[in-house]
Protein backbone atom coordinates (compact mmCIF):
# COMPACT_ATOMS: atom_id res chain seq x y z
CA UNK A 1 0.00 0.00 0.00
CA UNK A 2 1.09 3.24 -0.62
CA UNK A 3 2.03 5.67 1.85
CA UNK A 4 -0.51 8.62 0.79
CA UNK A 5 -2.70 5.62 0.66
CA UNK A 6 -2.63 4.55 4.34
CA UNK A 7 -2.53 7.52 5.30
CA UNK A 8 -6.00 7.81 3.54
CA UNK A 9 -7.11 4.73 4.71
CA UNK A 10 -6.49 5.30 8.13
CA UNK A 11 -7.66 8.46 8.14
CA UNK A 12 -10.98 7.45 7.23
CA UNK A 13 -11.13 5.03 9.75
CA UNK A 14 -10.32 7.27 12.37
CA UNK A 15 -12.83 9.68 10.56
CA UNK A 16 -15.52 6.92 11.35
CA UNK A 17 -15.17 6.09 15.02
CA UNK A 18 -17.98 7.04 17.35
CA UNK A 19 -17.14 10.55 19.12
CA UNK A 20 -14.58 11.85 17.18
CA UNK A 21 -15.15 14.85 15.49
CA UNK A 22 -13.40 17.64 13.98
CA UNK A 23 -12.04 18.91 17.29
CA UNK A 24 -11.55 15.46 18.47
CA UNK A 25 -9.65 14.44 15.94
CA UNK A 26 -7.07 17.36 15.07
CA UNK A 27 -6.62 17.11 19.00
CA UNK A 28 -5.29 13.36 18.51
CA UNK A 29 -3.33 13.90 15.14
CA UNK A 30 -1.98 17.20 17.39
CA UNK A 31 -0.50 14.47 19.89
CA UNK A 32 0.16 11.70 17.74
CA UNK A 33 1.42 12.53 14.63
CA UNK A 34 -1.25 10.85 11.79
CA UNK A 35 -4.45 9.10 12.09
CA UNK A 36 -2.26 5.91 12.18
CA UNK A 37 -0.13 7.13 14.92
CA UNK A 38 -3.44 7.48 16.90
CA UNK A 39 -4.41 4.08 16.30
CA UNK A 40 -1.03 2.64 17.30
CA UNK A 41 -0.87 4.82 20.90
CA UNK A 42 -2.26 2.36 23.46
CA UNK A 43 -5.03 3.02 25.93
CA UNK A 44 -2.53 4.44 28.41
CA UNK A 45 -1.41 7.21 25.90
CA UNK A 46 -5.03 7.56 24.71
CA UNK A 47 -6.03 8.14 28.40
CA UNK A 48 -3.49 11.36 28.93
CA UNK A 49 -5.36 13.01 26.21
CA UNK A 50 -7.51 15.84 28.66
CA UNK A 51 -11.72 15.06 28.35
CA UNK A 52 -11.36 12.47 25.80
CA UNK A 53 -13.95 10.11 26.67
CA UNK A 54 -13.66 6.65 28.04
CA UNK A 55 -16.30 5.69 24.98
CA UNK A 56 -14.20 6.90 22.54
CA UNK A 57 -10.75 5.26 23.43
CA UNK A 58 -12.50 2.06 23.48
CA UNK A 59 -13.74 2.28 20.08
CA UNK A 60 -10.51 3.37 18.83
CA UNK A 61 -9.27 0.66 20.86
CA UNK A 62 -11.40 -1.86 19.27
CA UNK A 63 -11.35 -0.65 15.84
CA UNK A 64 -9.68 -2.36 13.29
CA UNK A 65 -8.29 0.46 10.85
CA UNK A 66 -7.13 -1.47 7.92
CA UNK A 67 -10.22 -3.70 7.62
CA UNK A 68 -12.38 -0.63 7.92
CA UNK A 69 -10.40 2.27 6.50
CA UNK A 70 -9.55 0.34 3.03
CA UNK A 71 -13.05 -0.87 3.13
CA UNK A 72 -14.30 2.46 3.11
CA UNK A 73 -11.16 3.62 0.70
CA UNK A 74 -12.57 1.09 -1.76
CA UNK A 75 -15.65 1.58 -1.84
CA UNK A 76 -15.01 5.48 -2.42
CA UNK A 77 -12.53 4.40 -5.42
CA UNK A 78 -15.29 2.26 -7.17
CA UNK A 79 -17.53 4.72 -7.50
CA UNK A 80 -14.92 7.43 -8.75
CA UNK A 81 -15.44 9.47 -5.25
CA UNK A 82 -12.32 11.28 -4.10
CA UNK A 83 -11.34 12.87 -0.60
CA UNK A 84 -10.10 15.94 0.72
CA UNK A 85 -7.90 15.57 4.39
CA UNK A 86 -7.38 18.61 6.54
CA UNK A 87 -4.05 20.02 6.26
CA UNK A 88 -3.33 19.44 2.24
CA UNK A 89 -2.97 21.36 0.03
CA UNK A 90 -6.13 20.43 -2.16
CA UNK A 91 -8.55 21.17 1.18
CA UNK A 92 -11.03 24.22 0.27
CA UNK A 93 -8.78 26.77 1.45
CA UNK A 94 -12.12 29.18 2.96
CA UNK A 95 -13.04 26.13 4.59
CA UNK A 96 -9.70 25.28 6.84
CA UNK A 97 -10.30 28.55 8.12
CA UNK A 98 -13.43 28.42 10.38
CA UNK A 99 -13.06 26.97 13.62
CA UNK A 100 -13.55 22.99 13.35
CA UNK A 101 -13.57 22.54 9.85
CA UNK A 102 -14.84 18.72 8.70
CA UNK A 103 -11.10 16.53 9.24
CA UNK A 104 -12.34 14.53 6.20
CA UNK A 105 -14.36 15.61 3.34
CA UNK A 106 -15.84 13.26 0.45
CA UNK A 107 -16.03 14.83 -3.05
CA UNK A 108 -17.63 13.80 -6.13
CA UNK A 109 -16.16 16.27 -9.22
CA UNK A 110 -13.40 18.58 -8.92
CA UNK A 111 -12.70 21.85 -6.18
CA UNK A 112 -10.76 24.82 -8.12
CA UNK A 113 -8.76 27.46 -7.25
CA UNK A 114 -11.46 29.84 -8.56
CA UNK A 115 -14.44 28.31 -6.25
CA UNK A 116 -12.41 30.68 -3.12
CA UNK A 117 -14.77 33.30 -5.32
CA UNK A 118 -17.82 31.66 -3.64
CA UNK A 119 -21.40 32.56 -2.54
CA UNK A 120 -23.73 30.49 -1.05
CA UNK A 121 -27.50 30.85 -1.88
CA UNK A 122 -29.67 29.09 0.35
CA UNK A 123 -33.65 29.42 1.56
CA UNK A 124 -37.17 27.83 1.58
CA UNK A 125 -37.55 23.80 0.58
CA UNK A 126 -41.26 25.21 -0.42
CA UNK A 127 -40.85 28.63 -2.23
CA UNK A 128 -42.55 30.90 -4.05
CA UNK A 129 -42.30 31.60 -7.71
CA UNK A 130 -40.71 34.45 -6.63
CA UNK A 131 -38.16 33.13 -4.49
CA UNK A 132 -37.30 30.62 -7.00
CA UNK A 133 -37.07 33.02 -9.77
CA UNK A 134 -34.80 35.21 -7.51
CA UNK A 135 -32.40 32.47 -6.86
CA UNK A 136 -31.96 31.65 -10.50
CA UNK A 137 -31.27 34.83 -11.30
CA UNK A 138 -29.06 35.84 -8.45
CA UNK A 139 -27.13 32.65 -9.33
CA UNK A 140 -26.95 33.28 -13.29
CA UNK A 141 -25.72 36.52 -12.50
CA UNK A 142 -23.06 35.87 -9.98
CA UNK A 143 -21.94 32.87 -12.37
CA UNK A 144 -21.54 35.29 -15.36
CA UNK A 145 -19.13 37.09 -13.31
CA UNK A 146 -16.95 34.30 -11.84
CA UNK A 147 -18.86 33.41 -8.73
CA UNK A 148 -18.85 29.89 -7.81
CA UNK A 149 -22.48 28.99 -6.24
CA UNK A 150 -22.49 26.65 -3.22
CA UNK A 151 -26.09 25.58 -1.65
CA UNK A 152 -27.10 22.47 -0.15
CA UNK A 153 -28.89 20.30 -3.35
CA UNK A 154 -32.13 20.74 -0.85
CA UNK A 155 -35.68 20.89 -2.71
CA UNK A 156 -36.59 24.47 -3.74
CA UNK A 157 -34.09 27.17 -3.49
CA UNK A 158 -31.08 25.39 -3.47
CA UNK A 159 -31.72 23.49 -6.32
CA UNK A 160 -33.08 26.49 -7.87
CA UNK A 161 -29.30 28.06 -7.70
CA UNK A 162 -27.67 25.41 -8.94
CA UNK A 163 -29.50 25.09 -11.50
CA UNK A 164 -29.24 28.90 -12.47
CA UNK A 165 -24.98 28.64 -11.88
CA UNK A 166 -24.99 25.47 -13.85
CA UNK A 167 -27.30 26.79 -17.08
CA UNK A 168 -25.22 30.22 -16.93
CA UNK A 169 -22.18 28.69 -17.40
CA UNK A 170 -20.91 28.61 -14.17
CA UNK A 171 -19.62 26.58 -11.52
CA UNK A 172 -21.55 25.10 -8.54
CA UNK A 173 -20.89 23.07 -5.19
CA UNK A 174 -23.28 20.78 -3.49
CA UNK A 175 -22.91 20.22 0.15
CA UNK A 176 -24.78 17.25 1.43
CA UNK A 177 -26.50 16.23 4.76
CA UNK A 178 -25.72 12.65 3.63
CA UNK A 179 -22.80 10.62 2.17
CA UNK A 180 -22.34 10.76 -1.20
CA UNK A 181 -24.21 7.80 -2.54
CA UNK A 182 -27.01 8.59 -0.96
CA UNK A 183 -28.70 11.26 -2.77
CA UNK A 184 -31.15 13.39 -0.93
CA UNK A 185 -33.86 14.15 -2.02
CA UNK A 186 -34.05 11.40 -4.98
CA UNK A 187 -35.63 13.40 -7.78
CA UNK A 188 -32.45 15.61 -7.81
CA UNK A 189 -30.15 12.44 -9.11
CA UNK A 190 -29.93 14.02 -12.53
CA UNK A 191 -28.47 17.40 -10.59
CA UNK A 192 -26.06 15.67 -8.91
CA UNK A 193 -24.46 14.79 -11.66
CA UNK A 194 -24.67 18.27 -13.61
CA UNK A 195 -23.14 19.60 -10.25
CA UNK A 196 -20.31 17.09 -11.14
CA UNK A 197 -19.36 17.87 -14.08
CA UNK A 198 -19.82 21.63 -13.70
CA UNK A 199 -18.58 22.07 -10.11
CA UNK A 200 -18.55 18.92 -7.12
CA UNK A 201 -20.65 17.32 -4.93
CA UNK A 202 -19.10 17.27 -1.50
CA UNK A 203 -19.65 15.80 1.99
CA UNK A 204 -18.52 15.33 5.65
CA UNK A 205 -20.09 12.09 6.24
CA UNK A 206 -18.76 8.78 5.71
CA UNK A 207 -20.45 6.71 2.67
CA UNK A 208 -23.94 4.77 3.62
CA UNK A 209 -24.69 7.95 5.91
CA UNK A 210 -28.39 8.67 5.71
CA UNK A 211 -29.97 12.09 5.46
CA UNK A 212 -30.98 12.31 9.05
CA UNK A 213 -32.00 15.62 10.99
CA UNK A 214 -28.81 16.25 13.05
CA UNK A 215 -26.61 15.70 10.44
CA UNK A 216 -27.88 19.29 8.40
CA UNK A 217 -26.54 21.74 11.13
CA UNK A 218 -23.08 20.70 10.00
CA UNK A 219 -23.93 20.70 6.51
CA UNK A 220 -24.94 24.23 6.82
CA UNK A 221 -21.00 24.99 8.57
CA UNK A 222 -19.34 23.84 5.76
CA UNK A 223 -22.23 25.69 3.27
CA UNK A 224 -21.08 28.67 5.18
CA UNK A 225 -17.34 27.85 5.60
CA UNK A 226 -16.93 27.49 1.66
CA UNK A 227 -18.56 31.07 1.16
CA UNK A 228 -17.11 34.63 1.19
CA UNK A 229 -21.15 35.47 1.73
CA UNK A 230 -24.37 33.93 2.03
CA UNK A 231 -27.58 34.84 0.49
CA UNK A 232 -30.76 34.24 2.42
CA UNK A 233 -33.82 33.74 -0.38
CA UNK A 234 -37.11 33.22 1.82
CA UNK A 235 -37.14 31.42 5.02
CA UNK A 236 -39.91 31.14 7.49
CA UNK A 237 -39.10 29.64 11.03
CA UNK A 238 -35.89 30.57 12.73
CA UNK A 239 -34.90 27.14 13.30
CA UNK A 240 -34.58 26.69 9.68
CA UNK A 241 -32.06 25.69 7.61
CA UNK A 242 -31.40 28.58 6.00
CA UNK A 243 -31.25 30.85 9.08
CA UNK A 244 -29.30 28.89 11.15
CA UNK A 245 -26.88 28.70 7.97
CA UNK A 246 -26.79 32.67 8.03
CA UNK A 247 -26.68 32.55 11.71
CA UNK A 248 -23.35 30.11 11.31
CA UNK A 249 -21.63 32.50 8.40
CA UNK A 250 -22.11 35.69 11.05
CA UNK A 251 -20.00 33.29 13.58
CA UNK A 252 -17.40 32.21 10.98
CA UNK A 253 -17.28 36.51 9.63
CA UNK A 254 -18.95 35.90 6.45
CA UNK A 255 -21.17 38.11 5.15
CA UNK A 256 -24.80 37.76 4.89
CA UNK A 257 -27.37 38.92 2.24
CA UNK A 258 -30.89 38.55 2.24
CA UNK A 259 -33.64 39.04 -0.60
CA UNK A 260 -36.81 41.15 1.21
CA UNK A 261 -39.92 39.42 0.31
CA UNK A 262 -43.36 40.64 0.66
CA UNK A 263 -44.48 41.90 4.16
CA UNK A 264 -47.13 39.69 6.14
CA UNK A 265 -46.01 36.51 3.36
CA UNK A 266 -44.99 33.34 5.91
CA UNK A 267 -42.39 32.51 3.37
CA UNK A 268 -40.92 36.14 3.81
CA UNK A 269 -40.44 36.21 7.60
CA UNK A 270 -36.75 34.66 8.15
CA UNK A 271 -35.64 37.34 5.40
CA UNK A 272 -37.22 40.67 6.14
CA UNK A 273 -36.17 39.90 10.29
CA UNK A 274 -32.30 39.32 9.42
CA UNK A 275 -32.82 42.73 7.21
CA UNK A 276 -34.88 44.78 9.79
CA UNK A 277 -32.48 43.40 12.43
CA UNK A 278 -29.18 44.59 10.90
CA UNK A 279 -27.75 41.04 10.48
CA UNK A 280 -27.96 40.63 6.72
CA UNK A 281 -27.70 43.44 4.16
CA UNK A 282 -30.71 43.81 1.71
CA UNK A 283 -30.30 42.17 -1.88
CA UNK A 284 -31.95 43.63 -4.97
CA UNK A 285 -29.22 41.97 -7.44
CA UNK A 286 -25.95 40.66 -7.66
CA UNK A 287 -23.64 43.85 -7.97
CA UNK A 288 -25.26 44.71 -4.27
CA UNK A 289 -23.74 41.37 -3.09
CA UNK A 290 -20.00 41.47 -5.41
CA UNK A 291 -19.35 45.47 -3.95
CA UNK A 292 -19.27 43.68 -0.21
CA UNK A 293 -17.06 40.76 -1.83
CA UNK A 294 -14.98 42.07 -4.19
CA UNK A 295 -13.52 45.67 -3.19
CA UNK A 296 -12.07 45.58 -6.98
CA UNK A 297 -15.55 45.53 -8.41
CA UNK A 298 -16.79 47.65 -11.14
CA UNK A 299 -20.19 47.65 -13.19
CA UNK A 300 -18.73 46.11 -15.74
CA UNK A 301 -18.25 42.81 -14.08
CA UNK A 302 -15.32 41.37 -12.35
CA UNK A 303 -11.70 41.68 -14.88
CA UNK A 304 -11.24 38.77 -17.03
CA UNK A 305 -14.90 37.68 -16.57
CA UNK A 306 -18.16 38.29 -19.02
CA UNK A 307 -20.56 40.63 -17.18
CA UNK A 308 -24.08 39.63 -17.15
CA UNK A 309 -25.77 39.47 -20.25
CA UNK A 310 -27.01 43.08 -22.33
CA UNK A 311 -30.83 44.00 -22.90
CA UNK A 312 -32.12 42.20 -26.23
CA UNK A 313 -32.19 44.31 -29.18
CA UNK A 314 -36.25 44.96 -29.97
CA UNK A 315 -38.19 47.45 -31.32
CA UNK A 316 -41.83 48.81 -31.54
CA UNK A 317 -44.94 46.23 -29.78
CA UNK A 318 -42.07 43.28 -28.61
CA UNK A 319 -39.54 46.01 -26.65
CA UNK A 320 -42.51 47.51 -24.93
CA UNK A 321 -44.10 44.23 -24.00
CA UNK A 322 -40.51 43.06 -22.94
CA UNK A 323 -40.43 46.12 -20.79
CA UNK A 324 -43.57 45.71 -19.01
CA UNK A 325 -42.67 41.66 -17.78
CA UNK A 326 -41.05 41.19 -15.00
CA UNK A 327 -40.48 38.11 -12.26
CA UNK A 328 -43.67 38.00 -10.87
CA UNK A 329 -45.93 36.62 -13.67
CA UNK A 330 -48.32 38.68 -15.13
CA UNK A 331 -51.72 37.86 -17.08
CA UNK A 332 -52.14 38.70 -20.58
CA UNK A 333 -54.76 40.85 -20.19
CA UNK A 334 -53.20 42.97 -17.66
CA UNK A 335 -50.29 43.47 -20.33
CA UNK A 336 -52.71 44.80 -22.87
CA UNK A 337 -54.22 47.10 -20.53
CA UNK A 338 -51.02 48.70 -19.29
CA UNK A 339 -49.44 48.74 -22.90
CA UNK A 340 -52.90 50.12 -24.23
CA UNK A 341 -52.90 47.96 -27.13
CA UNK A 342 -55.66 45.36 -28.23
CA UNK A 343 -55.67 42.24 -26.59
CA UNK A 344 -54.54 40.42 -30.34
CA UNK A 345 -51.85 42.53 -31.23
CA UNK A 346 -50.75 41.35 -27.46
CA UNK A 347 -50.97 37.76 -27.77
CA UNK A 348 -48.83 37.64 -31.70
CA UNK A 349 -46.06 40.05 -29.38
CA UNK A 350 -46.04 37.82 -26.89
CA UNK A 351 -45.51 34.71 -29.21
CA UNK A 352 -42.64 36.13 -30.96
CA UNK A 353 -41.35 37.13 -27.54
CA UNK A 354 -41.69 33.47 -26.08
CA UNK A 355 -40.11 32.15 -29.81
CA UNK A 356 -36.79 34.30 -29.22
CA UNK A 357 -36.50 32.54 -25.53
CA UNK A 358 -37.32 35.87 -23.71
CA UNK A 359 -40.31 35.59 -22.33
CA UNK A 360 -42.12 32.09 -20.31
CA UNK A 361 -45.86 31.37 -20.63
CA UNK A 362 -47.22 30.20 -17.41
CA UNK A 363 -50.77 28.14 -17.42
CA UNK A 364 -53.48 30.41 -17.05
CA UNK A 365 -52.43 32.45 -20.14
CA UNK A 366 -49.31 34.39 -17.49
CA UNK A 367 -46.28 36.13 -18.62
CA UNK A 368 -42.75 36.19 -17.02
CA UNK A 369 -39.59 36.71 -18.48
CA UNK A 370 -37.28 34.08 -19.28
CA UNK A 371 -33.95 34.08 -17.16
CA UNK A 372 -31.41 34.94 -19.14
Same mark, same amino acid.
Given at each position: ???????????? *?????????? !?????????????? $????? $???????? +?????????? !???????? &?????? /???? =?????????????? +? *? %?????????????????????? /???????????????? =?????????????????????????????????????????????????????? =????????????????? &???? %???????????????????????????????????????? =????????????????????? &???????????? *?? %??????????????????? $???????? +? +??? #? %????????????? /?????????????????????????????????????? #????????
Amino acid at each position: MKSDEKELVYAL *ALNAVGGVGG !ITYRKLIERFGTPE $GVFRA $GRKNLEGI +PRLPRATIDA !IISADPEE &SGKKEF /EAIR =RRNFGVLLFGREDY +P *A %LLARIHDPPPVLYIAGEIETSD /ELAVSIVGSRDPTEYG =RRAAIRLAGDLAHAGVTVVSGMARGIDSSAHRGAIEAGGRSIAVLGSGLDVIYP =RENRSLFEDLVGHGAVI &SPFP %LGTRPEKGNFPARNRVISGLSLGVVVVQATTPDSGSLITA =RLALEQGREVFAVPGEVGAKV &SKGTNTLIKRGH *AK %LVENFADILEEILPQFDTG $GVKGQKPA +P +PAP #K %LEGEEKSLWEKLG /ETPIHIDNVARECNLPIHRVAAALLQLELKGLIEQRPG #KMFVKAIR
